[in-house]
């Protein structure tokens, strides 16, 4: 079955410093692929997202390459915030799994500290 | 103001003691779901509705039971709560199962 994998948190970074969460996925055909952000004491908010191969959803500075080739979506950004300390969530939607549900990796905790 | 809305944020309750957690929508969606969240798992399914009167299981379905009569309320049911339910619950809405998905902000219950 469609299954994501993440890097085990907990990162822990200085401010200003590159972000990289890594993620990769299972699934048959096509799925789409979404990054999701948890604020402490919230819930889940939708980061990013991109349905295809090869599209790059960006938002806040957050960037995630769709690539089929290594099956993977990892989570990027040029200069992280203490702001940005939150748990992030790789998501997979479809085909093979079916669009009616998202399936999650384990989360990643990100630490920033000024 | 476009929301999920959970109640009770927070409950401990004793074995055995039926309990439901409400969620409500504001946004006219018809795909409805719940989730729950423990550590190292990320969240799991456990039902979804795709319209009123329309409900289907998720992954981890035992123990919980839903219902969906009317498009904005979607509410999850433990008719005999156990201690392996402790957990951090979340409800989620969209138009289409394939959309992203708006969340509430968590239920949290401990079952004693």
Known sequence: GNSVTQMEGPVTLSEEAFLTINCTYTATGYPSLFWYVQYPGEGLQLLLKATKADDKGSNKGFEATYRKETTSFHLEKGSVQVSDSAVYFCALSGPSGGYNKLIFGAGTRLAVHP | EAQVTQNPRYLITVTGKKLT??????????????????????????????????????????????????????????????????????CASSFTGNQPQHFGDGTRLSIL
Not at chain 2, 37 to 63: A, C, F, H, W
């Open chain 2, 21 to 90: 957690v409400t969620c409500s929508q504001n946004m006219n969606h018809e795909y409805m779901s719940w989730y729950r969240q423990d550590p190292g798992l990320g969240l799991r399914q456990i039902y979804y509705s795709m319209n009123v009167e329309v409900t289907d299981k998720g992954d981890v379905p035992e123990g919980y039971k839903v219902s969906r009569k009317e498009k904005r309320n979607f509410p999850l049911i433990l008719e005999s709560p156990s201690p392996n339910q402790t957990s951090l619950y979340f």
